[in-house]
């Protein structure tokens, strides 16, 4: 017990950029923005991680993002929210598929794309100060509607241009967006939203903000978070080797926080002293996701039946020894029937 507290001190110290270094560690090198300096039409969030950290050739794309969700069965659907990984693609890509491929576009108008703040970039919940969300397949437009509801509510603060463009959170899952809406390509709309670091409290004010738009069959929510960050760069290196090496003490914390999101229990996932590493980058989004849902469940006399279920879990590599680094990556999705 004493060492689990020590690992939770030393997780909390470096808190911040936990994600941000994640995603280059699959990578020799560094982290790199391909910003454009031709595009001046500042209504516009470019990408910034097209060519890097995914293919920016759409015909590339398209394929790869096929046959990923080709691979992926029908397991959980129809989704009304998925969680997803936002790392780059050859990390996490096929496991991001088994989230998609739940999806049924068939009646899905809007999808909100809730996404951690990197560096505390936003404070509360965020909103983008762009109208369209550029991607190699088709460009995103945001839902002026929904926005100017949300921002009503004086709970969201507006977000530049250039914290937009820094963060990865929310473009790491426009690719897999515009694939799996391809058929209804204009027709829909996102809002996408970051969430930086909030208490219960705050998780569950935001939770019956959303809990209308999730009872709403047209809604889709995309919940953008990576799992498990080990190694000495995220300041996590505890093991307990009573659950064999470390990359199957990973899983064991992986599979503990996957159950407790599938019991739907904002408290006891915040609470769990053994997640007290906290080093799951989403995990703010995810306990709005559980707020919204536990708000419906007693708003509708437990009329719907929401379940969430995990269906992949991957780690970009197997940790053996001190000097590894690890992100794991867990895929589920929610239904209502
Ligand atoms: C990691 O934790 C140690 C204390 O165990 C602290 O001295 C160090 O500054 C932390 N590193 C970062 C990057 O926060
Ligand atoms: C939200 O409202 C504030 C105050 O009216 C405004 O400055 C801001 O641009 C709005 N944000 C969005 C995303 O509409
Ligand atoms: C939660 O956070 C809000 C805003 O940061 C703060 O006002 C409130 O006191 C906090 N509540 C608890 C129980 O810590
Ligand atoms: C880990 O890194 C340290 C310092 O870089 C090195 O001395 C040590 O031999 C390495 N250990 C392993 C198991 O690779």
């Known amino acids: 017990m004493r060492r689990i507290w020590q690992a939770f001190i030393v997780a909390c110290v470096i808190y911040v950029s936990i ?3 994640a995603q280059t560690s699959g990578k020799k090198g560094k982290r790199k923005l391909n910003l454009p300096d031709t595009n001046t039409d500042m209504s516009a969030r470019r990408t910034t991680r ?7 050739n759409a015909p590339i794309l398209n394929q790869q993002l096929q046959t990923w969700l080709d691979q992926a069965p029908v397991l959980h659907s129809p989704a009304r929210a998925i969680i997803a990984p936002h790392a780059g693609y050859r990390a996490c890509g096929a496991c991001s598929a088994f989230a998609y491929r739940q ?16 560096r505390g970039r936003v404070s509360g919940c965020g909103l983008s100060s762009c109208s369209t969300y550029k991607n190699p397949l088709y460009d995103l437009t945001i839902d002026k509607q ?38 209804y390509e204009g027709s829909f709309t996102i809002v996408p939203v970051l969430v930086g670091r909030l208490n219960l409290t705050r998780q569950q ?24 960050h080990w190694g000495k760069k995220f300041n996590y290196t505890y093991h307990d080797p009573a659950y064999g090496e470390i990359y199957q003490f990973i899983e064991h914390l992986d599979r ?6 599938e019991n739907l229990d904002p408290v006891g996932f915040a ?8 080093t799951i980058c989403g995990r703010n989004a995810i306990g709005i996701l559980l707020y919204a849902v536990n708000t419906l469940r007693r708003n509708t006399a437990n009329e719907l039946k929401p379940t969430l279920r995990f269906l992949n879990y991957a780690q970009n590599r197997r940790c053996t020894s001190m000097n590894d680094t690890c992100v794991s990556y867990a895929c589920g999705a929610l239904t209502m029937q």
């Open 205 to 228: 004010e935001y939770g019956e903000i959303f809990a209308p738009y999730l009872a709403n069959p047209e809604n889709l929510f995309v919940i953008s978070s990576d799992f498990w």
């Open 271 to 278: 609470n769990e002293p053994e997640l007290r590493g906290k």
């Open 19 to 21: 994600c941000d270094a």
């Open 50 to 56: 097209a060519g890097t950290w995914y293919a920016d």
């Open 146 to 183: 929904v926005y100017e509801h949300l921002n009503a509510t004086g709970s969201f603060e507006t977000f530049s241009r250039s914290i937009d463009e820094k963060e990865h959170s929310i473009e790491m899952q426009l690719p897999y967006i515009a694939k799996v809406m391809e058929k």
């Open 103 to 118: 999806i049924d576009p068939t009646n899905v108008k809007r999808l909100f794309i809730l996404a951690p703040s990197h």
């Open 256 to 261: 503990m926080a996957m159950d407790l999101i």
